[in-house]
Nanobody
């Protein structure tokens, strides 16, 4: 069982930045893929960014060039650096980790972009 705990959300003005963190209860090496998803009110949960153990990284088209996913293996922590934030980035952001057999989710952290 892997537990994921997000932090770093908050209220930011358009054009601002936030960095989300996701700490895993075990070694992040045990996960085949780690990533960030988000869900806005009345919308489906969508992929934001994912990084696989093989080294590939994928971003949603809407965040390419603005968001960056990174990992600290020493700290077993996943990050999402979000720059040039827009009101449409407002959502509950979830950390996700996958093994061959399981899919783990954090509790979510709220990001609100508003002036």
């Amino acid at each position: 069982q892997v537990q994921l705990v997000e932090s770093g959300g908050g209220l930011v003005q358009p054009g601002g930045s936030l960095r989300l963190s996701c700490t895993t209860s075990g070694s992040i090496f045990s996960l085949n893929a780690v990533g960030w998803y988000r869900q806005a009110p009345r919308k489906e949960r969508e992929l934001v960014a994912v990084h696989t153990r093989g080294g590939s990284t994928q971003y949603a088209d809407s965040v390419k060039g603005r968001f960056t996913i990174s990992i600290s293996y020493a700290k077993n922590t996943l990050y999402l650096q979000m720059d040039s934030l827009r009101p449409e980035d407002t959502a509950l952001y979830y950390c996700n980790g996958q093994t061959q057999f399981d899919n783990y989710w954090g509790q979510g952290t709220q990001v609100t972009v508003s002036s």
